[in-house]
């Protein structure tokens, strides 16, 4: 009896088995990205992610060049690093750095009493996965190793400082980074599952039977949304600011001004993926399909110099890729509204293409 039981048991769930096989083998856009999305990560990571950056600017200054000209080959010999010629006299370098035309600075002095070598390394703090592998360079040996043959024996004193972060802490690091993270995937998914809920909740039909145009209803459906995303932008920079005490200077108020053109970027090709799809899953996976990209071609996760030219060429396409460089800029090195606003084109370019594209899936979907 325990036999029969058991394998009446056995041919119920197989039978529930078949028919979720069945379905599953009917909904292909399902399984398109299914298998699709796991080859799509593999060759990002595999050929457009790179650890190790490429080409940061460094800019060397000192009263003594001979105290640096033997470093100068070793930097010409390594991919990581590009030096800006000439060599300048002491303080050059911090103010490139300052001006944002070198990533790495490196000041070459003496101490005024003992004489001995001093290496002053300073750092762009807006840009850490850019730069902390260029100091793992500088620090392991290449300012050190070349100082010591002029320091007389003695170890020469090599002081690291990031600019804009006193204190090196990786939540400044990060934080306005992932102020554009959390926005970008909200925006997308918010999107993403405003028309296909209400196809799977039956109210579809009402919407199509309404005289509202594709252009109304997209404005008026996603409006809402960009409050939202406002809102959750002016509450990360609140919360960055009292827990981790990064700065928000005034024009962290022209960010705010900048960022509904952002969030309105990715909420728009979430609605045009809303229109594409049939089911909630589909839209997800869709809107997962869609934020990879972002996610690790924006200089975010991975340094933006260290990715091969086309992987590049896409990331400055993304509309993440520019707002976390806005939002670097005013939270870290105190930049003007005229730097967010300069970031902030290829933004609206980016919303302008979604826009169509949206309103022509809707379009379709009406007819």
């Known amino acids: ?44 990571y595999g050929y457009a992610i790179s650890l190790e950056p490429r ?11 001979r105290l640096v000209d033997p470093a100068l080959d070793a930097i010409a010999s390594t991919p990581v690093l590009t030096l800006l010629k000439p060599v300048g006299p002491a303080g050059s370098a911090e103010k490139a750095v300052k001006d944002r035309r070198a990533q790495v600075g490196v000041e070459v002095g003496r101490d005024p009493q003992t004489r001995a070598v001093q290496v002053r390394i300073i750092a762009d703090g807006g840009d850490p996965a850019e730069v902390r592998p260029a100091l793992g360079v500088l620090q392991t040996g290449l300012w050190k190793n070349v100082a010591e043959v002029y320091a007389q024996d003695q170890t020469p004193e090599v002081e690291v400082r990031w600019m804009g972060d006193p204190k090196a802490a990786d939540a400044w690091m990060i934080a306005p980074g992932l102020i554009g993270m959390i926005v970008m995937m909200t925006m997308l998914f918010l999107g993403a599952l405003t028309l296909v809920r209400e196809r799977e909740r039956g109210s579809w039909e009402t919407l199509l039977a309404t005289p509202v145009r594709p252009s109304e209803a997209l404005t008026g459906k996603l409006a809402p949304y960009l409050v939202i995303g406002l809102m959750q932008t002016a509450m990360m920079l609140v919360i960055i600011h009292v827990l981790f005490h990064v700065p928000l200077p005034p024009s962290t108020l022209a960010l705010l001004a900048a960022t509904p053109l952002f969030a309105g970027s990715y909420l728009i090709l979430g609605f045009a993926i809303s229109a594409i799809v049939q089911t909630q899953i589909q839209s997800v996976q869709a809107a997962v399909f869609c934020y990879l990209p972002s996610l690790m071609l924006s200089g975010f996760m991975f340094p933006f110099n260290g990715m091969p030219r086309w992987a590049q060429w896409i990331g400055e396409a993304l509309p993440l890729t520019h707002y976390i460089r806005a939002t670097r800029d005013v939270l870290l090195r105190g930049a003007p509204a005229s730097a967010i ?8 370019a980016f919303g302008a293409v979604a826009a169509v594209a949206a309103i022509a899936c809707y379009r379709r979907r009406l007819d």
Request: without cysteine; proline residues 5%; glycine residues 6%.
């Open 1 to 44: 009896m325990d036999a029969g039981l058991s394998n009446g048991r056995l041919r119920r769930i197989g039978a529930v088995a078949g028919v979720e096989t069945l379905e599953l083998m009917r909904d292909r856009a399902s399984l398109v990205l299914i298998f699709l999305l796991p080859i799509f990560q593999i060759l990002l």
């Open 341 to 348: 606003w300069s970031e902030m084109a290829p933004v609206t």
């Open 55 to 65: 080409h940061v600017t460094l800019a060397v200054a000192t009263d003594e060049p």
